[in-house]
């Protein structure tokens, strides 16, 4: 059976994984778990006071960590429509997250870029390169590469900070003739721009959220993710030309 579109680019954000108890970002108070943003969310804040930074994304990992976090049905209709996607000629399928969790991968996702980064990964700001971590991190924790203490951040996109695999994505939001933009408040930039970057190329824009936004999709979904996402992934599986 085909699909009713060929190249299909989905964004994800904060709201995607609410249902799977990970708090969304925008409160009514601005605060991210007590926190201004400028204080753990910039590379500012990190220079100013890096143990708070650290305790902030250490708390953070610990409870992504925790056995109550599950991908709920919308992560998995996405990896269910990643894998319809693949077992069609000439159909190709990106999952662009800007969630630092690793819900979408715990849910079978393959073909997707963090373009915030990774809870689950720090980096060395001296050589670059990035390893796996699931337990804290402090100032004093030893570099693996350099041998030296003080070295490590979290591997995450901070306000400021360039987006990752941004080629990638502005490449595959060119040629879809599909965009889905599902849990995202399009506060934040590039990604509040993709939509306007995949309608310009032609695409079907469709924005699934729990609440009404003024963003000039071509459809727009009202709903909780975890209902809402896999009635429209069945929607295309299903669809008959
Ligand atoms: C549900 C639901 C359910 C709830 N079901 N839905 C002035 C104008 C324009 C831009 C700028 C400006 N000044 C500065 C900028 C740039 C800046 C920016 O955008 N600032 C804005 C605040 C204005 N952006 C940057 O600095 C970025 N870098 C950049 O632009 O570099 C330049 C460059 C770009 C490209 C090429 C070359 C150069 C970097 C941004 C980094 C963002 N990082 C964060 C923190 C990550 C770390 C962490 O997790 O701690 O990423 S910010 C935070 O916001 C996080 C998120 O990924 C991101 C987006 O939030 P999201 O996912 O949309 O969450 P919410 O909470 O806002 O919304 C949740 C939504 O879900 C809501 O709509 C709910 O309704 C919905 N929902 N439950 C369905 N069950």
Redesign the pocket.
């Given at each position: 059976m085909s699909l009713p579109y060929r190249s299909i680019v989905v964004l994800t954000?904060?709201?995607?994984s609410?249902?799977s108890g990970i708090q969304?970002?925008?409160a009514a108070d601005g605060l991210?778990e007590n926190h201004r943003i400028e204080e753990?969310?910039t590379p500012e804040g990190f220079a100013a006071n890096p143990v708070l930074v650290h305790n902030f994304?250490n708390q953070?990992r610990y409870q992504l960590l925790q056995n109550h976090i599950r991908p709920n049905p919308a992560h998995t209709a996405l990896a269910k429509l990643e894998y319809a996607c693949s077992q069609r000629p000439d159909h190709e399928f990106l999952l662009v997250t800007?969630?630092?969790d690793n819900l979408h991968e715990r849910a079978g996702s393959e073909h997707l870029v963090h373009m915030?980064?990774e809870l689950l990964k720090m980096r060395c700001m001296v050589t670059e390169l990035v390893f796996d971590i699931r337990d804290s991190i402090n100032v004093d924790t030893v570099c693996q590469c350099c041998q030296q203490p003080g070295n490590l951040r979290p591997h995450?996109?901070?306000?400021?900070?360039?987006?990752l695999a941004?080629n990638q994505i502005t490449a595959a939001l060119q040629r879809c003739d599909l965009f889905l933009a599902?849990?995202?408040?399009?506060?934040?930039?590039?990604?509040?721009g993709f939509n306007d970057i995949a309608r310009q190329h032609g695409a079907h824009t469709v924005e699934?959220?729990?609440?009404t936004?003024t963003a000039p999709f071509d459809q727009h979904i009202r709903g909780?993710?975890?209902q809402v996402v896999p009635q429209f992934v069945d929607s295309l599986i299903n669809h008959t030309s």
């Open positions: 954000g904060a709201g995607i609410a249902e969304t970002f925008r991210w753990v969310a994304y953070r800007q969630n630092v915030h980064g995450i996109v901070w306000f400021g900070e360039i987006p941004m599902i849990g995202t408040s399009g506060q934040v930039y590039p990604a509040a699934l959220n729990l609440q936004t909780p993710a975890s």
